[in-house]
Structures are given as C-alpha cells and as structure tokens.
Nanobody, 124 residues
Framework: QVQLVESGGGLVQAGGSLRLSCAAS????????MGWFRQAPGKEREFVAA????????SYADFVKGRFTVSRDNGKNTLYLQMRSLKPEDTAVYYC?????????????????WGQGTQVTVSS
C-alpha cells in the first residue's frame, strides 16, 4: 500500500520558517516527480512546488519564489519543503503528491498519489 505522510507543519509567526517532510512508503518514487500543493480554507488546492526525479528540474509558484525550496532524498524516499519568510497568506494545509513520470508538473490531475496533508498556520 502506497503512503505519503507529511510532517513538520505547525504554528509560526510571520517571518518565521518551517520545514515540511513527506515520507513515502510502499513504493519507491526515486524515478518519479513529486510536488507540494496547498489548500487554504474556502479555496481550491493550488500548486506550490514540484521537482523531477533527479532534482534537476524544479518549478515554483510565483508566490513562493525566493522563499520556499523544494528538495528530495531518493535514498530516504522523502520529499522536503523548506519555507522561509512565511506570511499569513501562506496559512493552509500542505499536501505532498507524487506522479508516475519523471517530469514535474503544476497540474493536480497529473499526480497519482497524495498525502493527508499537514497544517501550516502563520500568525501576523
């Protein structure tokens, strides 16, 4: 059974940092692209960042460029999202996702596996 389990969320003040992790089990994703999405209350789930299997190709949503960094450790089957300079508008549930394919994409529908999400709350 494939599982993606996010961790690292929490409450942080504006300007602070958090590091999210996504541990995969049941299947190796070392040859697949992975990504982060988020969903704020009352809003649709949106793309945050994605990374190719090798880490050589990375995409970010404009609203996180320069503040968030996505990375992965294929040996640990784990995806990361380092978040800095957090803003109240970054408050959301953050989801890890994996797709069967080497190239990252911003489209939710292209991802085959999803985690349960981890809450990030940024206070002003």
């Amino acid at each position: 059974q494939v599982q993606l389990v996010e961790s690292g969320g929490g409450l942080v003040q504006a300007g602070g940092s958090l590091r999210l992790s996504c541990a995969a089990s049941g299947r190796s994703f070392s040859r697949d692209a992975m990504g982060w999405f988020r969903q704020a209350p009352g809003k649709e789930r949106e793309f945050v960042a994605a990374i190719s299997w090798s880490g050589g190709r990375i995409s970010y949503a404009d609203f996180v460029k320069g503040r968030f960094t996505v990375s992965r450790d294929n040996g640990k089957n784990t995806l990361y999202l380092q978040m800095r300079s957090l803003k109240p508008e970054d408050t959301a549930v953050y989801y890890c996702a994996a797709r069967i394919g080497v190239l990252p994409t911003t489209a939710l529908a292209e991802y085959n596996y999803w985690g349960q999400g981890t809450q990030v709350t940024v206070s002003s």
